[in-house]
């Protein structure tokens, strides 16, 4: 009896692609719902964004502010080139995989057709995509976040003021939201490549990448740094 198998993947292949689709939106979620007792960094983070925008109301000049937006957008930037870069060298791998097919029968790891080749390069690719879209939408939000700072009247007394700080702090929470996305995205497309060594490798990678991103979210010395004295 034949064993399932879809096109090029076989159980084991399926198995961990499944894997790792599911450590990926399972650790999204959980990041972005924690339990209220548990908070993760990221949810830590809003708290102190929301503190910076009530800081923004009375800090005169707001030079400070400013240069603190710009370097996000510069950071959003460069992980968008980065990622676009690593989307156009995938491709060229996908349109030709041999080398890859000839360097894997050197070191005896597996003699596969090469669309599998294709369908390994292809999955961490399509992270790069998500990835990159993500970070580019997160540099829109920053943008949009820088003007509504500028919104923000200078007099505290302004009925304004307070409510457009909570707008501008929202807008910004929604840009590091997608710029986190966008990092998870690397982090598991990085953990993709090692499917090149087989299913066995991708699942040791996929474990391995999520226990590390719980790590970072919850149990983390700068989680407990922070964790003292959060604003509301």
């Not at 030079?63 to 957008?73: E, H, N, Q, T």
């Not at 890859?100 to 399509?126: G, K, Q, Y």
Request: aromatic share 10%; charged share 20%; glycine share 4%.
């Amino acid at each position: 009896m034949e064993s399932f198998q879809i096109g090029p993947l076989d159980p084991l292949d399926l198995a961990a692609l499944m894997l790792l689709i599911l450590c990926w939106f399972a650790i999204g979620w959980r990041t972005e719902h924690p339990d209220p007792r548990r908070l993760s960094m990221g949810k830590l983070m809003e708290g102190y964004r929301r503190e910076w925008m009530r800081q923004l109301v009375t800090r005169q000049p707001r030079i400070f502010d400013s240069a603190m937006v710009d370097g996000l957008r510069q950071s959003t930037t460069f992980f968008a080139s980065s990622a676009l870069i690593a989307i156009g060298a995938g491709l060229a791998l996908i349109a030709n995989p041999q080398p890859l097919a000839n360097l894997a029968s050197d070191f005896a790891l597996d003699h596969r057709p090469d669309l599998l080749w294709e369908a390994r390069i292809l999955t961490a690719v399509l992270f790069g995509a998500n990835a990159f879209l993500k970070f580019v939408w997160s540099h829109r939000l920053f943008s949009y976040a820088a003007i509504a700072m500028a919104a923000v009247p200078n007099d505290p007394e302004d009925p304004l003021a307070y409510p457009r700080a909570a707008q501008a702090a929202q807008v910004n929470i929604n840009a590091a939201k997608s710029f986190n996305r966008g990092l998870r995205a690397v982090y598991y497309a990085l953990a993709t490549l090692a499917w090149l060594l087989g299913p066995l490798a991708l699942i040791a990678a996929t474990i391995f990448t999520t226990a590390m991103l719980w790590r970072r979210e919850f149990a983390s010395e700068a989680r407990r740094a922070l964790i003292e004295n959060r604003p509301d």
